[in-house]
């Protein structure tokens, strides 16, 4: 019954791999998010997808790649890894209202990654 | 101006006390004010939120203080209990727009038994 999903919970990995996030959600919502929570637990919109169209595209390193095969999957790939990645990505979903809102995000559990 | 600051940075209350998280912006865009509780190794979780048509919002024991004028919103817990140990933000966004959420830094709230 999980509305929104990442796998893996915990990711840890050395500098310099590759590695990959995923998330599905079940709500049937059309926009999907990604989000890093640093550790002092500020939150910060990296990325959205709206219906596998890119909507949102922050000031992140290009070594961040997200694709979305569907509506309801969006993926998170880092290549290079550094240090400074290190934090909690959370992925989100919403559904866009009749009068274009996009108001409510429901946010998967996270995934901890620590880069060695 | 697309920041949003929220005061203060932790909180300690005793049980049945009314711990107050304040929040405050610049864009006049913004439209659309959600609070977010998230609990440790959990994700943020809707918990309320107020559009600035109005100046005050209830459900249950958490109220949102809005003041356009201001341009600040404040989040009371009523009655504070143990289990609304958590860490608390503020947002904002632009509705009809992407929905990216311009998060505060975040309260940690403590209730003591």
């Known amino acids: 019954d999980t509305a929104v999903s990442q796998t893996p919970k915990y990711l840890v990995t050395q500098m310099g791999n590759d590695k990959s996030i995923k998330c599905e959600q079940n709500l049937g919502h059309d926009t999907m998010y990604w989000y890093k929570q640093d550790s002092k637990k500020f939150l910060k919109i990296m990325f959205s997808?709206?219906?596998?169209?890119?909507?949102i595209n922050e000031t992140v390193p290009n070594r961040f790649s997200p694709k979305s095969p569907d509506k309801a999957h969006l993926n998170l790939h880092i290549n290079s890894l550094e240090l400074g990645d290190s934090a909690v990505y959370f992925c989100a979903s919403s559904q866009r209202t009749s009068g274009g809102a996009r108001n409510e995000q429901f946010f998967g559990p996270g995934t901890r990654l620590t880069v060695l | 101006q697309q920041q949003v600051k929220q005061s203060p940075q932790s909180l300690i209350v005793q049980k049945g006390g009314i711990p107050i998280i304040n929040c405050a912006y610049e864009?006049?865009?913004?439209?659309?004010f959600p609070w977010y509780q998230q609990f440790p190794g959990k994700g943020p979780a809707l918990l309320i939120a107020i559009r600035p048509d109005v100046s005050e919002k209830k459900e249950g024991r958490f109220t949102i203080s809005f003041n356009k004028s201001a341009k600040q919103f404040s989040l009371h817990i009523m009655d504070s209990q143990p289990g609304d140990s958590a860490t608390y933000f503020c947002?904002?966004?632009?509705?009809?727009?992407?929905?990216?959420?311009?998060f505060g830094q975040g309260t940690t709230l403590q209730v003591k038994p």
């Open positions: 947002a904002a966004s632009i509705s009809g727009n992407t929905g990216k959420l311009i």
């Open positions: 997808y709206n219906n596998k169209e890119l909507i």
């Open positions: 864009n006049t865009a913004f439209d659309y």
